[in-house]
């Protein structure tokens, strides 16, 4: 059996969650009793579960949960904070461990220093941000833009992980739908954001990891691309630019989703995911399932499962 790497899951020490809410954090409580700390006992069930599941290793995030409150350095020490133990959860496990780390945005010039450190100093796979900060600005707003300059130059990974807040919207936030449908609108809006402002074109060097397929933004690409061809929606093809420097992971379970956005994505594009702690015991174990059983060939499952990752990781693994 091929062995998976699940490149979305988290992982947030109690006294990381406590930091953030004492800064000024409201949005916690969705990361508590996860069994999803640093304990022993939550990372003996959380090494169980990935054995039972064929899964080698994870990369974890702090996201949605990032260091964003407070003032500038009260944010840039609690990113340092989940950052330093993620490196020591590496150190103590690294045939289980590699992760993403996190920046103070909306804290540009903080989040200039951390991101440097993570990549130069400490080596992490890439960056996980938010789609967008607590105050509504999306993390495509040209205030960050000195950020992601930083960054290219750096050749990082950055990962982008929904919120939970519905994309401001109060047509899904008044229903309460903002994890049942928010989150992959999220993901989608972020993914055509990017693509809107051109920071492929800008930003050449960076690669972008989108959680959940992308919000299934296969199934909508024909109407993004006639956009494109008929009213100018964006400046370069939308599916040719997702194809050179995007990726989405699997964490979606739909064995039809999967085998759609392999086929208009590319298979390559395709990195096992299972969104842990929100899924666990036999639902953790469904993340790889489904597809290890799907229809496509055993070389695209491997692929999805294990190659596609480190590939796309290379020499940071």
């Given at each position: 059996?091929?062995?998976?790497?699940?490149?979305?899951?988290?992982?947030?020490?109690?006294?990381?969650?406590?930091?953030?809410?004492?800064?000024?954090?409201?949005?916690?409580?969705?990361?508590?009793?996860?069994?999803?700390?640093?304990?022993?006992?939550?990372?003996?069930?959380?090494?169980?579960?990935?054995?039972?599941?064929?899964?080698s290793s994870q990369v974890l995030s702090?996201?949605?949960?990032?260091?964003?409150?407070?003032?500038?350095?009260?944010?840039?020490?609690?990113?340092?904070?989940?950052?330093?133990?993620?490196?020591?959860?590496?150190?103590?496990?690294?045939?289980?461990?590699?992760?993403?780390?996190?920046?103070?945005?909306?804290?540009?010039?903080?989040?200039?220093?951390?991101?440097?450190r993570l990549i130069n100093d400490l080596?992490?796979?890439?960056?996980?941000?938010?789609?967008?900060?607590?105050?509504?600005?999306?993390?495509?707003?040209?205030?960050?833009?000195?950020?992601?300059?930083?960054?290219?130059?750096?050749?990082?990974?950055?990962?982008?992980?929904?919120?939970?807040?519905?994309?401001?919207?109060?047509?899904?936030?008044?229903?309460?739908?903002?994890?049942?449908?928010?989150?992959?609108?999220?993901?989608?809006?972020?993914?055509?954001?990017?693509?809107?402002?051109?920071?492929?074109?800008?930003?050449?060097?960076?690669?972008?990891?989108?959680?959940?397929?992308?919000?299934?933004?296969?199934?909508?690409?024909?109407?993004?691309?006639?956009?494109?061809?008929?009213?100018?929606?964006?400046?370069?093809?939308?599916?040719?630019?997702?194809?050179?420097?995007?990726?989405?992971?699997?964490?979606?379970?739909?064995?039809?989703?999967?085998?759609?956005?392999?086929?208009?994505?590319?298979?390559?594009?395709?990195?096992?995911?299972?969104?842990?702690?929100?899924?666990?015991?036999?639902?953790?174990?469904?993340?790889?399932?489904?597809?290890?059983?799907?229809?496509?060939?055993?070389?695209?499952?491997?692929?999805?499962?294990?190659?596609?990752?480190?590939?796309?990781?290379?020499?940071?693994?």
């Open positions: 059996m091929t062995k998976a790497i699940d490149t979305h899951a988290h992982l947030w020490p109690d006294e990381y969650l406590e930091l953030l809410e004492k800064l000024g954090s409201e949005a916690t409580q969705i990361a508590k009793d996860m069994h999803a700390s640093w304990s022993e006992e939550d990372l003996k069930k959380r090494f169980t579960m990935m054995e039972e599941s064929g899964v702090a996201t949605p949960q990032i260091p964003q409150y407070g003032n500038a350095q009260q944010a840039l020490s609690a990113a340092r904070f989940i950052n330093d133990a993620y490196k020591d959860l590496i150190k103590a496990y690294p045939d289980r461990f590699r992760a993403y780390g996190v920046v103070p945005l909306p804290h540009v010039k903080e989040a200039i220093q951390e991101g440097r080596k992490f796979l890439g960056i996980a941000l938010n789609t967008v900060m607590a105050d509504g600005l999306s993390v495509t707003d040209p205030s960050f833009l000195p950020f992601f300059e930083a960054m290219n130059q750096l050749g990082t990974t950055i990962y982008i992980h929904p919120t939970g807040r519905g994309a401001f919207s109060p047509m899904i936030n008044d229903y309460e739908q903002e994890w049942v449908v928010g989150a992959p609108i999220e993901d989608m809006v972020v993914t055509l954001q990017l693509l809107k402002e051109e920071f492929p074109q800008k930003f050449p060097n960076l690669r972008f990891h989108i959680a959940h397929l992308g919000g299934g933004i296969s199934f909508q690409m024909q109407r993004i691309i006639d956009n494109y061809e008929d009213w100018n929606s964006f400046t370069s093809h939308p599916l040719e630019t997702l194809k050179k420097h995007f990726w989405f992971d699997s964490a979606n379970f739909l064995e039809e989703s999967l085998i759609h956005s392999s086929q208009i994505l590319g298979n390559e594009r395709i990195l096992a995911g299972s969104d842990f702690p929100y899924f666990q015991g036999k639902k953790y174990q469904r993340a790889f399932d489904y597809i290890r059983d799907s229809k496509l060939s055993e070389e695209e499952k491997k692929a999805i499962l294990n190659e596609n990752a480190r590939a796309f990781y290379a020499d940071k693994w």
